[in-house]
């Protein structure tokens, strides 16, 4: 398996938990929330100018959930 497929794996593993906890979407906000605080934490904390990817990052993620809210696709 590559790493691509390892990750893909372990989001696949981690979002069957938060459905198994919580089966309402409009409750996962907080998961998906402390996911990116984490992310953003491990991404400055390895190396600070990765700030800034972070950023261009969450900012690209937005475009991508607008762009789901207006035409339905990913």
């Known amino acids: 398996m590559s790493e691509l497929e ?3 794996a372990v989001l696949d593993e981690t979002a069957n938990a938060i459905v ?3 089966k309402n ?3 996962w906000l907080t998961s998906l929330i402390y996911l990116l605080k984490q992310l ?12 800034m990817a972070y ?3 969450i900012s690209s993620l937005g475009d991508t959930i607008r762009n789901r809210l207006n035409t339905g696709g990913w």
């Open 55 to 57: 950023r261009e990052m």
């Open 6 to 8: 390892d990750i893909k």
């Open 25 to 27: 979407p409009a409750l």
């Open 20 to 22: 198994r906890l919580e």
């Open 40 to 51: 953003e934490l491990k991404a400055t904390g390895a190396n600070p100018a990765y700030q």
